[in-house]
């Protein structure tokens, strides 16, 4: 197989909050695509890399970004020293090898980017390359999969309707306190006890969210918090490097939040 | 031109003195206390000012002040030398002269000696003692019944202010007061309660206003409350404006914690904020007062306190180490009941606190035993009895001067259910509603103030200072279009400009506060909205067509048998936003209407949505403007300039902004037309003229509904001409309008509550773009 160097060899740390295992599998059956929902720092990627491997399918990722065009999904010809060559974009790789193509935050990219996906997503599956003048069936493995972070940059950044209505969608959120202190102990290696510490913290954020804050504490964020803690850093410190420093540089709210931390330990 | 202090004394000037102005006085007289001025010049005057100095000792005894002036001048010459530059101690000797005029000899006596200490309390800084001198002089004709007094307190008032401050100290005494001498007196001799709360607010301790922003985000983040925080009001008893209070849907702070500096009254404002917070998410439902007597009550609500703080700390263990310090009663002292129930809420707080009294320790033990079932209930209970037992050991408890310690919590009201208590929201109305009154008298000062005022404070300073409320200005006459005839009638309506009257700027605040995710999202989106000249960019991997220069390095490098880059595209993008928007409010009789299907009125979603537009705007640094418009028949067309272009967004025009009311009728076209002429000079590349309205013209003058239809539509037209938009919000009343005969059919939206602005103004965005 061409695309090894994209297989996902070891086991990627996955803890389910939900059925969503259960439910990326049956729309996986019928490549039904699919949209990752959720805030920033949830386990969106986390989530289809594990899939990925449970599936032994290559995955294939591309961070999309305002700057975004078409032809850097599908492919360009470039100009080298003997004239234009071809080269597959990484969705024409996926569509032609077989793979789960993971568009990470579709909405950043140009509005007419996200037009190229729709003949794949449909009964067609199939990818028209205009500029050579081919048409690519799917492979049977090809599966495409975005993410998504419904805030409040979608207000203008949204996705075409003609393009949501080819998706099913999963919804993340955080997980669970619980939950969430065990995926925070477990990656971090910090104790229970600090985990669920950090929990608290993390719920004092997420209460600013929209209120001085653009968005709460993600899971993510906690880790590195918790990475830090046993590194030796004392709580309050880890907090303050990699928490709230990060999120905000209104100094009001640094301090709020700085007190409210402190209120939790 | 300004001349520079340097090039100043060169000249032989000091900054304040007119020229001449000294060598008018005769060298001829003979100065009263030649002792005391011959060792003050032989030991420490520079002999460069010496005549110049003697002249103005000389001035000073012949302008018969009495010789105690001429001496305390002469005197503390000599000191002064020692801190401040010699020009500055001529120009006292004016100072002097005039204080003595306004404000008496004694005064003026005084004056010397307290330039003494100002000099060394502003550590000999040449600028900022002539700002001192200055105000000295402003003060004494603004009050010259309390110079002395303040003459005397200069030492303990520059203690703890510095000189912008002193001067904002002193002219909110000299407000306050008005024109009332005897008041003003009560402020300075501070005799008047509100002399040392401003002190304070003044003297830099952390107040209210410096923590506002950080404790809502506090309460939020920590109990994810998000309750509206107020200041109580300076005008509050004495015993309300000390402690924080909450009910009603609001909480209010004190203004300033005196006696408590820097972090740690920082830190009572948050340990405020958190009780408060546990009170919210524990204490539930208010009890009856009922017939407890007052020494119940307070115990209860002392209990209360404590159990609400256990909880709390259950939930957040950090909270001891906010509360505790706060917790200074000691077991000694006098058994009074202040003392008593201070201790009482330690030995329930602190357990490492030891109290031999059985009272507390009844108390504790009472509280220990219910700790795990103890809820509102258990708190009456044991707070009722503690209260029988205190009457019982015959402490006197006074109600009326009894406040809560420690500092950081509440005075409780919110916990009581009085049965007669106003809510705190309607509270608020009605202090709003005096307070405007207060304004409107304040605007009408006593003639000798007048001057004064409008010159210190900026924020009062009208827009323009020759329109008043009554009688506006006539400033330009336009042209009505007529569609019968289908021409114009030449100069048949005229503008007249007003001065909009202040509000209450609660209203801004509250809508920022309460729709504040809604103002987040149009930030968004006006940020995210490209409104600019389309520009070329070039070195592109994809574009719209080729970038000539690009290819020719390209082939070159490939027949060069390099690496040719690929970027050989270009296309044009804007990129930038380069927009004007005038904002134009209908604050017709119509607007007083409510919107379709909610119970708001036109006028106040209109003043809602500009306020949340508003603040987008200058956050983003946008240049706006907003007026609004009434009309009276053709001869008075009123448009109110509540911001300009050029002025900064600050309270004046926020509480203009909040201060208009609906009232006559809707003409339209030419308020169109003089926005049009407002914005036309604005050099940027879009111009906007967003109407918000409900779509309505009329007048009384005018029978014929389709005549000031049509004149609008034509002001629209005129305007698209000279390359303004015009823009339509219009809010739905459910009546008639004629938006799309006005307007065009793309070029308004209709919303009917607020929370919908932010979806409709994309298109008017995207409008922009195309």
């Excluded at chain 1, 303050?240 to 409210?260: F, K």
């Amino acid at each position: 197989m061409l695309l090894t160097e994209y297989l996902i060899t070891r086991e990627p740390y996955y803890k389910p909050s939900g059925n969503e295992i259960k439910h990326y599998l049956a729309a996986h059956a019928d490549r039904t695509p699919i949209i990752l929902k959720g805030p920033t720092g949830c386990g969106k990627t986390r989530f289809i890399e594990y899939l990925s491997w449970k599936l032994k399918i290559p995955m294939i990722t591309v961070s999309c970004h305002e700057d975004m065009t078409a032809s850097d999904l599908v492919g360009r010809f470039l100009l080298d020293a003997n004239g234009t060559v071809w080269h597959d974009g990484p969705l024409t790789l996926s569509v032609r090898h077989g793979a789960i193509c993971y568009l990470d935050e579709i909405v950043e990219a140009r509005q007419d980017t996200s037009v190229v996906i729709h003949s794949l997503t449909d009964h067609r599956r199939m990818l028209s390359l205009e500029k050579k003048n081919e048409i690519i069936e799917a492979h049977p493995d090809f599966h495409l999969v975005i993410s998504y972070n419904p805030g409040y940059q979608s207000v203008l950044k949204d996705l075409k309707e003609s393009t949501k209505q080819r998706f099913g969608a999963i919804n993340f959120t955080y997980p669970e306190p619980a939950v969430e202190a065990e995926i925070v102990s477990r990656e971090s290696g910090i104790d229970p006890e600090t985990s669920a510490r950090l929990i608290k913290i993390a719920e004092r954020s997420r209460n600013l969210k929209g209120h001085g804050l653009e968005e709460g504490c993600s899971t993510r964020m906690l880790i590195h918090v918790g990475k830090l803690i046993s590194r030796g850093i004392p709580l309050g410190e880890a907090c303050e490097i990699a928490l709230i420093s990060p999120l905000t540089d209104d100094q009001d709210i640094r301090r709020a939040l700085g007190a409210a931390i402190a209120a939790c330990a | 031109m300004r001349l520079a202090p340097d090039q100043l004394r060169q000249a032989g000037m000091s900054p304040r003195t007119k020229p001449g102005f000294l060598s008018v006085v005769a060298d001829n007289g003979k100065l009263a206390n030649e002792v005391v001025a011959g060792r003050v010049l032989d030991h420490s005057f520079p002999q460069a000012y010496a005549a110049r100095w003697l002249r103005a000792c000389r001035r000073l005894d012949q302008a018969g002040y009495g010789k105690g002036v001429v001496t305390a001048y002469t005197r503390y010459s000599g000191e002064l030398v020692q801190k401040i530059d010699p020009i500055d101690i001529l120009q006292l000797a004016d100072v002097v002269s005039s204080v003595a005029i306004k404000s008496g000899r004694v005064a003026a006596q005084e004056l010397p000696s307290a330039a003494v200490k100002a000099a060394t309390r502003l550590k000999g800084d040449a600028w900022i003692f002539r700002t001192w001198l200055g105000l000295m002089e402003r003060f004494a004709h603004l009050a010259p019944e309390s110079m002395l007094i303040v003459l005397q307190k200069m030492d303990y008032l520059l203690s703890r202010l510095n000189v912008s401050r002193l001067e904002s100290w002193l002219l909110a005494g000299v407000r306050s007061a008005g024109a009332d001498s005897g008041r003003r007196l009560q402020f300075f001799t501070f005799a008047n309660p509100e002399a040392e709360r401003w002190l304070e607010r003044e003297s830099g301790s952390v107040t209210f206003a410096d923590v506002q922003r950080e404790l809502k985000s506090y309460m939020n983040a920590l109990w994810g409350i998000r309750q509206p925080l107020r200041e109580t009001s300076m005008h509050a008893p004495d015993h309300v404006w000390r402690r924080a209070t909450f009910g009603g849907g609001l909480i209010y702070m004190p203004p300033a914690f005196p006696g408590y500096r820097g972090a740690q009254a920082s830190d009572l404002y948050r340990a405020g904020v958190a009780h408060i917070g546990a009170h919210l998410r524990y204490s539930g439902k208010p009890f009856p007062v009922l017939k407890l007597k007052p020494v119940q009550v307070a115990l209860i609500s002392l209990i209360e306190d404590a159990r609400v703080e256990y909880l709390a700390m259950r939930e957040f263990p950090g909270l001891r180490r906010l509360w505790l310090p706060f917790h200074i009663a000691l077991a000694s002292g006098v058994m009074t009941a202040p003392s008593l129930l201070a201790r009482l809420s330690r030995a329930l707080m602190d357990p490492d606190y030891q109290d031999a009294d059985g009272w507390i320790r009844r108390g504790r033990e009472m509280v220990d035993a219910n700790r795990d079932n103890w809820d509102a209930d258990v708190s009456r209970e044991i707070g009722g009895l503690l209260g029988n037992n205190l009457g019982q050991m015959r402490v006197q408890f006074n109600a009326k001067t009894y406040v809560v310690e420690p500092a950081y919590r509440d005075d409780n009201r919110g916990l009581w259910d009085f049965a007669e208590q106003q809510s705190a929201m309607e509270m608020e109305m009605s202090f709003d509603s005096v307070q405007i009154n207060q304004l409107e008298d304040q605007q009408q000062p006593a003639d000798d103030e007048r001057d004064e005022h409008e010159q210190t404070d900026d924020e009062a300073a009208p827009i323009s200072v020759q329109v008043t409320e009554e009688e506006g200005i006539p400033v330009a006459r336009y042209s009505e279009y007529d569609y019968l005839t289908g021409r114009k009638r030449r100069e048949w309506t005229t503008v007249v400009e007003f001065v909009p009257k202040p509000g209450p700027l609660r209203m801004v605040e509250n809508t920022l506060e309460q729709h504040a995710d809604v103002v987040n999202r149009i930030k968004l989106l006006i940020s995210n909205a490209r409104v600019s000249r389309p520009q070329r960019i070039r070195k592109q991997h994809e574009g719209d067509y080729l970038d000539i220069d690009a290819c020719i390095e390209s082939v070159i490098e490939q027949r060069s048998g390099e690496q040719p880059d690929p970027r050989v595209y270009a296309r044009t993008e804007r990129r930038y936003r380069d927009l004007s928007v005038l904002v134009l409010l209908d604050i017709s009789e119509s607007t007083n209407d409510y919107v379709k299907g909610s119970k708001s009125r036109v006028i106040d979603i209109e003043c809602q949505a500009t306020a949340l537009l508003a603040h987008a705007m200058s956050g983003l640094g946008d240049p706006f403007a907003i007026a609004a418009f009434c009309s009276d028949q053709r001869e008075e067309v009123r448009y109110y300039r509540v911001k300009n272009f050029d002025t900064p967004y600050e309270k004046r025009p926020q509480s203009c902004l909040a201060g208009l009311s609906g009232g006559y009728s809707t003409r339209l076209g030419a308020a169109i037309r003089h926005a049009g002429a407002d914005i036309k000079t604005r050099l940027t590349h879009r111009r906007l003229i967003l109407v918000l309205s409900d779509g309505e013209p009329s007048d009384i003058d005018i029978l014929d509904k389709n005549y000031l239809v049509e004149d609008a539509r034509h002001a629209v037209h005129t305007m698209a001409r000279d390359g303004i938009d015009v823009f339509c919000v219009a809010l739905d009343t459910g009546g008639e309008n004629y938006l799309t005969r006005i307007f065009g059919p793309r070029n308004f939206v209709q919303i009917n509550k607020l929370e919908s602005l932010p979806e409709r103004l994309p298109m008017l965005y995207f409008r922009l773009t195309a």
